[in-house]
T-cell receptor, first 109, second 114 residues
Framework: DAKTTQPNSMESNEEEPVHLPCNHS???????IHWYRQLPSQGPEYVIH???SNVNNRMASLAIAEDRKSSTLILHRATLRDAAVYYC??????????FGPGTRLSVLP | EAQVTQNPRYLITVTGKKLTVTCSQN?????MSWYRQDPGLGLRQIYY???????DKGDVPEGYKVSRKEKRNFPLILESPSPNQTSLYFC?????????????FGPGTRLTVL
């Protein structure tokens, strides 16, 4: 199974950009890169996903390395509501959606 | 409102007493999945279903059963619960291909097996 590695925790100041890294050196050509986050006491929620090109949506941006062995989730202006555990997941047709331990993001006021 | 619902939200039971956790979605999603979340281990997939009458094992299927007789429902069955199944359980659903569509998660069911 393709796996991902992320830092255990990161800190950011409110209203500053946050770059959350993810390494996935064994990614296959058909694996999509997904990011989810889990707020305290809630189920995970979708953030963004991509295959090869960088992606933007209202929540975040996803920067994918040219060799696809790493990616970075970018929150452009962190708010207190963004404090959560962020998961980077590789997926192929939903058959093995594996959440690792994720990165716990703390946002300081 | 588009949502995934789970019942019960909290359950305390005893070893060996069969139980079912229900999951229902109102978004006409083909794909549904069950996960368990344990401290330090993240979420692990138990079973998933690509469509009605189609189910497959995830990473940790032992001790669990599922069924998918209707598109909207995907119950998780513990025939003989044991204390190591004490966990937080999440159900999720998405459109046909999990890779290309976001998964919507339910609020979770906290199960304690004594």
């Amino acid at each position: 199974d393709a796996k991902t590695t992320q830092p255990n925790s990161m800190e950011s100041n409110e209203e500053e950009p946050v770059h959350l890294p993810c390494n996935h050196s064994t990614i296959s050509g058909t694996d999509y890169i997904h990011w989810y986050r889990q707020l305290p006491s809630q189920g995970p929620e979708y953030v963004i996903h991509g295959l090869t090109s960088n992606v933007n949506n209202r929540m975040a941006s996803l920067a994918i390395a040219e060799d696809r062995k790493s990616s970075t989730l970018i929150l452009h202006r962190a708010t207190l509501r963004d404090a959560a555990v962020y998961y980077c997941i590789l997926d192929n047709y939903g058959q093995n959606f594996v959440f690792g331990p994720g990165t716990r993001l703390s946002v300081l006021p | 409102e588009a949502q995934v619902t789970q019942n019960p939200r909290y359950l305390i039971t005893v070893t060996g007493k069969k139980l079912t956790v229900t999951c229902s979605q109102n978004m006409n999603h083909e794909y549904m999945s069950w996960y368990r979340q344990d401290p330090g281990l993240g979420l692990r997939q138990i079973y998933y279903s690509m469509n009605v009458e189609v189910t497959d094992k995830g990473d940790v299927p032992e001790g669990y059963k599922v069924s998918r007789k209707e598109k909207r429902n995907f119950p998780l069955i513990l025939e003989s619960p044991s204390p190591n199944q004490t966990s937080l359980y999440f159900c999720a659903s998405s459109l046909p291909s999990g890779s290309y569509n976001e998964q919507f998660f339910g609020p979770g069911t906290r199960l304690t097996v004594l």
